[in-house]
């Protein structure tokens, strides 16, 4: 697949900062940057990529297009089951953003200023990456009891609510489900656990009906002044997900995904500690990882 393949323009070089723009930044992460429009945030994804939390010099041209359109597809799904953070005239304002400012038009969302939750919400239905780690260690999945002898990459009896909580910076730790019902409340846990398999049954149902299985997910959720909750952030992209090509899938080992494992993988080869400066990433590793995030945009939303 190539870049044909969207229906959108792609940007011929990555969009590594925001300027420009008349209202205050008031947060910028490792891809995305937060400005304060007054009655909303705006929120860009930019095209920076970033692995095991350093960014990388390079970006992807269009990875921050891509990103956001695939969670805006999923956004509109995800209303039959919660409410979310997009403004209720979300299609015309970002228009009527786009009109001064072409570059953002695709990569933006606009969205209602909530309290993010202090947990963010995981949801596994195959047994990858460090819930993998743990299970081989320990024969449970954090504080869930599995069968014995799987492998890795299997599919787990039932998709399981692992939380972790939310680092301001450095690495998310897991926490188990009591915890996590301290730190937000009861009441809003049980929500927030409900919501979080239900839309991750969606996200797998569209995922086989496209011909990949969507491993595991995480998501996250914030509250308005009132308390009442809202889906927030991204939603069932391949940076906030583990996407696996279904044709290709045979579990005892890791999977190919459709996401920047294919950079990771890369420095992975390197002697290189994981720590800033990053090396220089070649022009074919950022191709390839790029074409992973354009088949992901093509598969998913069709």
């Known amino acids: ?28 992460g490792k891809v995305r940057e937060v400005f304060d429009m007054g009655d909303a945030y705006l929120m860009v994804a930019t095209d920076r990529v970033s692995a095991f939390d350093v960014v990388m010099r390079e970006g992807l041209a269009g990875k921050g297009i891509l990103l956001t359109q695939i969670s805006l597809y999923w956004f509109a799904r995800a209303a039959e089951l919660t409410a979310h953070h997009l403004v209720e005239d979300h299609t015309a304002r970002v228009a009527a953003l786009g009109a001064t400012y072409p570059e953002l038009q695709y990569r933006s969302m606009i969205v209602k200023k909530l309290r993010p939750l202090p947990i963010e919400a995981v949801v596994r239905g195959y047994l990858a990456g460090s819930g993998w780690k743990v299970y081989a260690a320990t024969g449970k999945l954090f504080e ?35 915890a996590a019902s301290e730190l937000i409340g009861p009441e809003c846990f049980e929500q927030v656990r409900r919501i979080s398999l239900e839309l991750y049954r969606m996200g797998a149902e569209r995922a086989a009906e496209a011909g990949i299985i969507l491993a595991d997910t995480k998501f996250e959720f914030g509250t308005d002044a009132e308390g009442r909750l809202f889906l927030i952030d991204e939603i069932l992209t391949p940076d906030s997900s ?25 420095l992975e080869s390197l002697d290189w500690d994981k720590t800033p400066p990053p090396p220089a990433l070649p022009d074919a590793v950022l191709a390839g990882t790029l074409e992973r995030y354009v088949e992901a945009y093509v598969k998913i939303t069709g």
Not at 1 to 28: N, W
Not at 151 to 160: G, I, Q, R, T
Request: charged residues 20%; aromatic residues 12%; hydrophobic residues 35%.
């Open 242 to 266: 583990r996407y696996w090509p279904r044709a290709s899938y045979a579990p005892g080992g890791a999977q190919p995904s459709f996401d920047k494992q294919y950079v990771r993988d890369y």
């Open 144 to 178: 869930y009891q599995l069968p014995g002898a799987l492998e890795a990459s299997s599919p787990l009896p039932e998709p399981l609510f692992t939380p972790t909580t939310k680092a301001a910076g450095g690495h998310d730790l897991p926490i188990d489900c009591a």
């Open 1 to 28: 697949m190539d870049l044909s393949d969207v229906p959108f323009p792609m940007p011929e070089r990555p969009l590594l900062k925001v300027s420009g723009l008349p209202y205050p930044l008031v947060a910028a």
